[in-house]
């Protein structure tokens, strides 16, 4: 899907955003919107604000201006932070299972922003909800796994546990960070491949930060770029240049020019416009 055919609603808005975090510009952002259905990777080097993106939409950070507008609601309000949480999942890098807890409790855990908070404390939950887990695991290939402990399972067994959980939220929105940087190269594809199989039977908006570009391309339909916390690319995987990934890992293009004068101006621009932000320091500078 190119950047001018997204047919989905807008479900994440953001409009000026910056985010400051000590002395550091963490995210600086005009404008920003993804649309129902897309599958956007974020690519960017380390510290150029991905996660920070995430937290954000997640309302797990508040920007220091602008707006961020995420199903229609401000992700951050505490009115609507209880809603916000179930319709966002996240999936983190360090996946945030319950290690002593089987697979089936982590995933049933997926399932409490919709139960009643006193009978999930006491680890009963409705019969259609053990079922639907049970659906999952089939799914994300768990399956005769549900009563292990998770401290038991292999790298790539405790991520598709915390895909699991995320499917079971029912969420409109996942935002996976990094979601699978502890596997080996081959287990990542599988694992990234399962993901978007079982996002896209849901017609989920899915967010996935990874470092890989090539492998991002296999999956995503929208790239977006960060470099010290600016949207520097935002289109199709198939625009995205090697010029664009130097500007996007290295946080400035090459001494060389590309012989593109409107795309060399923009990469001028943008790293002059980021320069001229009075007391703040870039992040990566
Ligand atoms: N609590 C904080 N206080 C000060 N600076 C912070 C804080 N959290 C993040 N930062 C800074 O904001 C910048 C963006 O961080 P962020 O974690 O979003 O980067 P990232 O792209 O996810 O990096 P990585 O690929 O290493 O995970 C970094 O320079 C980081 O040091
Ligand atoms: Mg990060």
Not at 46 to 68: A, D, E, H, M
Not at 127 to 133: I, M, N
Not at 214 to 233: Q, W
């Amino acid at each position: 899907m190119s950047v001018s055919d997204r047919s989905g609603q807008p479900v994440i808005e953001l409009e000026d955003v910056h985010v400051v975090l000590g002395s550091n510009l963490a995210l600086d952002i005009e404008a920003l919107e993804i649309c129902a259905g897309e599958r956007v990777f974020v690519l960017g080097h380390s510290g150029s604000g991905k996660t920070t993106l995430s937290r954000l939409i997640k309302g797990r950070t508040r920007p220091s201006t602008g707006r961020v507008t995420v199903l229609g609601h401000d992700p951050a309000a505490p009115e609507s932070r209880r809603r916000h949480r179930r319709r966002v999942a996240m999936i983190d890098q360090e996946y945030h299972l319950v290690p002593r807890l089987s697979v089936a409790e982590n995933v049933l855990h997926g399932c409490l922003g919709r139960v009643s908070p006193w009978t999930s404390l006491l680890g009963w939950y409705p019969a259609a909800e053990h079922a639907k887990a049970g659906a999952i695991l089939e799914e994300v290939e768990l399956a005769g796994m549900e009563n292990r402990r998770v401290e038991t399972l292999s790298g790539g067994q405790r991520q598709r546990t915390a895909i699991a959980r995320a499917l079971m939220q029912d969420a409109d929105v996942i935002l996976a960070d990094e979601p699978v940087s502890a596997l080996d190269p081959e287990l990542a594809e599988d694992a990234l491949e399962l993901m978007v199989e079982c996002v896209a039977r849901r017609n989920v908006t899915l967010l996935v930060n990874l470092h890989q570009p090539d492998l991002a391309a296999r999956f995503a339909s929208r790239f977006i770029g960060l470099a010290n916390g600016k949207l520097v690319y935002d289109g199709p995987p198939s625009g995205f240049t090697e010029r664009d990934a130097e500007l996007v890992y290295r946080g400035k293009p090459s001494e060389k020019p590309t012989g593109d004068s409107r795309q060399d101006d923009r990469l001028a621009q943008d790293l002059e416009a980021a320069d001229r932000r009075p007391g703040l320091h870039l992040v990566g500078d």
